[in-house]
């Protein structure tokens, strides 16, 4: 998973905004997806989320908190896209904005992705791809990559899985994340992608994510970061069915 988890981002950041055709996860084998598909399902489908949050170490870390929750709630109500209603809006401070990309990492989808990529780029045999994507996961992985990731850098390992959760939009109940893995780059030092693990059922064997769930969302807060990304289940399907 580790070159999967480089290939991943390599191709993360990169946003197309309109496709030609249909969704390559449902009209084709993985095997038959081209450079632009792989892309498409990385960046700009179901399992990926593009977000934006305040960056106050980006200033130095001297936002004050409130000044980072306000920009951040200005943000999720329409602030980056322009505020909408009438009147003139409340002034908010300007906080820079850091960009992440949530993908859920344990679909069959996203893993077929990242295994193409790498048989487009010649670092793995096809056949081998198809051996790897069929292999089980018995977790969940949902994974966080961006341009700067300094939140993450020296985190405590335990207190960000501490952090860290899907909360189920029809039961309000929170999934804990039981684990992290970082990918960090040539140093040694500087992370580069973060991946969080769920267990797929809980200890009383029930899934974690009942079949009924029509949505989850990923919390993780950071380095003075809340990272947050809602998940449609209904949609996060490709030929075989629920891909999770």
Avoid: C
Avoid at 8 to 34: E, I, N, R
Avoid at 83 to 103: C, E, L, S
Avoid at 181 to 210: H, L, N, Y
């Amino acid at each position: 998973m580790r070159r999967a988890l480089t290939a991943s981002l390599m191709l993360g950041m990169v946003v197309t905004l309109s496709w030609a055709g249909g969704d390559p996860w449902k009209s084709k084998p993985f095997s038959q997806w081209d450079e632009k598909d792989v892309r498409r399902i990385l960046a700009d489908s179901p399992w990926s989320k593009v977000i934006q949050v305040p960056a106050a170490w980006m200033t130095g870390g001297a936002t004050d908190p409130a000044v980072a929750s306000a920009a951040q709630e200005h943000s999720a109500n329409g602030g980056i896209m322009g505020d909408r209603g009438a009147g003139t809006p409340p002034a908010v401070p300007k906080v820079p904005q850091a960009t992440f990309v949530v993908r859920w990492l344990s679909s069959r989808t996203v893993r077929e992705a990242v295994l193409r990529s790498e048989v487009l780029a010649g670092r793995m045999k096809e056949e081998d791809a198809e051996k790897k994507a069929a292999e089980p996961l018995e977790v969940y992985q949902v994974m966080i990559v961006g341009p700067d990731m300094k939140p993450f850098q020296g985190e405590d390992e335990k207190a960000l899985v501490a952090t860290t959760y899907l909360l189920l939009k029809k039961t309000k109940q929170k999934a804990p994340a039981s684990g992290v893995e970082f990918q960090r780059g040539s140093d040694g030092k500087t992370v580069q992608v973060v991946a969080f693990s769920f267990p797929q059922k809980s200890a009383t064997g029930e899934a974690t994510i009942p079949p009924d769930e029509k949505s989850v969302e990923f919390y993780s807060s950071v380095g003075g970061a809340n990272i947050r990304a809602s998940f449609e289940i209904p949609k996060m399907e490709d030929a075989k069915g629920r891909d999770l």
